[in-house]
């Protein structure tokens, strides 16, 4: 500032400073680089040589330093990147499938890596290895922010023609464990929703089949007897693709809270708020 207003007294005044104040600043100035940088003319106050010099330099790195501290306004359509996302086939069908035309749309460079859950993710999301969590399960760790996607209830499908099937009611607790399930278990170690919603009664669930996905399910129903129980926005997609009965489960099974997980590290950041913002809004309802 003192270089382009040749004054103390501008100076001082543009920063709203004491004229001591920036007088004192001139002093250490050419203390430090050996050189008065403004001289007393007739004319009023010049800049040396040296001072002419550091004109160029320094509005260079003014102006690197204001772009670093006022970053450009975010543009979607510019962003050329990789998220990396751990989500079950679950969250891939309810949040990222309906969100990828739009992502697309807006931002035709960015990719997204769908990685499995792992034991470990969670320190993966804090050291940045993975961007964001699709989950429905616990949230309650250091540094995670989770914000709510929507809330899911379950259901059974089943073959069209068993005996549990052609009815809208819940079924019963007592029918329900007495046949045989197909159990599905989303992380490492293996966590059963529905199990662990089962509480006291969870010994009693026979599982004939476990698998890390829902999508082989279907043709392990279909020639059987074993019921699966998955939250109702995949049961009603598989039912219809497949052919397969569909029926609330027991009441007793409590409802999915399906989040969006991210981790303090990158919440400021407006890539991973896009990315954020896009995926809720395009699973807000069942498509």
Same mark, same amino acid.
């Given at each position: 500032?003192?270089?382009?207003?040749?004054?103390?007294?501008?100076?001082?005044?543009?920063?709203?400073?004491?004229?001591?104040?920036?007088?004192?600043?001139?002093?250490?100035?050419?203390?430090?680089?050996?050189?008065?940088? $403004?001289?007393?003319?007739?004319?009023?106050?010049?800049?040396?040589?040296?001072?002419?010099?550091?004109?160029?330099?320094?509005?260079?790195?003014?102006?690197?330093?204001?772009?670093?501290?006022?970053?450009?306004?975010?543009?979607?359509?510019?962003?050329?990147?990789?998220?990396?996302?751990?989500?079950?086939? !679950?969250?891939?069908?309810?949040?990222?499938?309906?969100?990828?035309?739009?992502?697309?749309?807006?931002?035709?460079?960015? @990719?997204?890596?769908?990685?499995?859950?792992?034991?470990?993710?969670?320190?993966?999301?804090?050291?940045?290895?993975?961007?964001?969590?699709?989950?429905?399960?616990?949230?309650?760790?250091?540094?995670?922010?989770?914000?709510?996607?929507?809330?899911?209830? !379950?259901?059974?499908?089943?073959?069209?023609?068993?005996?549990?099937?052609?009815?809208?009611?819940?079924?019963?607790?007592?029918?329900?464990?007495?046949?045989?399930?197909?159990?599905?278990?989303?992380?490492?170690?293996?966590?059963?929703? %529905?199990?662990?919603?089962?509480?006291?009664?969870?010994?009693?669930?026979?599982?004939?089949?476990?698998?890390?996905?829902?999508?082989?399910?279907?043709?392990?129903?279909?020639?059987?007897? %074993? $019921?699966?129980?998955?939250?109702?926005?995949?049961?009603?997609?598989?039912?219809?693709?497949?052919?397969?009965?569909?029926?609330?489960?027991?009441?007793?099974?409590?409802?999915?809270? !399906?989040?969006?997980?991210?981790?303090?590290?990158? %919440?400021?950041?407006?890539? @991973?708020?896009?990315?954020?913002?896009? $995926?809720?809004? @395009?699973?807000?309802?069942?498509?």
């Amino acid at each position: 500032m003192l270089l382009q207003t040749r004054s103390v007294t501008g100076t001082a005044r543009r920063l709203g400073l004491s004229q001591p104040t920036v007088s004192r600043s001139l002093a250490e100035l050419r203390q430090m680089l050996g050189d008065p940088l $403004l001289v007393r003319t007739k004319a009023g106050m010049e800049r040396t040589q040296r001072a002419e010099d550091l004109v160029a330099p320094v509005e260079r790195w003014l102006a690197h330093t204001s772009a670093l501290l006022h970053p450009p306004r975010f543009d979607a359509a510019a962003l050329d990147r990789c998220f990396r996302i751990a989500s079950t086939d !679950y969250g891939v069908l309810t949040v990222i499938a309906p969100a990828l035309a739009a992502i697309t749309a807006a931002a035709p460079a960015v @990719t997204i890596d769908v990685v499995p859950f792992s034991a470990d993710m969670m320190l993966k999301l804090a050291s940045g290895e993975i961007d964001l969590i699709i989950s429905g399960l616990g949230a309650d760790h250091a540094g995670v922010h989770a914000r709510m996607l929507f809330a899911d209830s !379950y259901s059974c499908i089943m073959r069209a023609d068993h005996e549990l099937a052609g009815q809208d009611d819940p079924l019963p607790l007592d029918a329900f464990l007495a046949w045989p399930h197909v159990g599905v278990v989303v992380s490492d170690p293996a966590v059963d929703g %529905v199990e662990v919603r089962l509480g006291t009664r969870r010994g009693e669930r026979r599982v004939t089949v476990r698998l890390p996905y829902f999508h082989a399910a279907p043709a392990l129903i279909a020639g059987s007897d %074993v $019921l699966m129980t998955l939250p109702t926005r995949a049961a009603v997609r598989f039912a219809a693709s497949y052919a397969l009965a569909v029926r609330p489960a027991p009441v007793a099974i409590d409802r999915l809270d !399906y989040r969006l997980l991210r981790h303090e590290r990158s %919440v400021r950041d407006p890539a @991973t708020t896009w990315l954020a913002d896009l $995926l809720a809004a @395009t699973c807000a309802s069942p498509s």
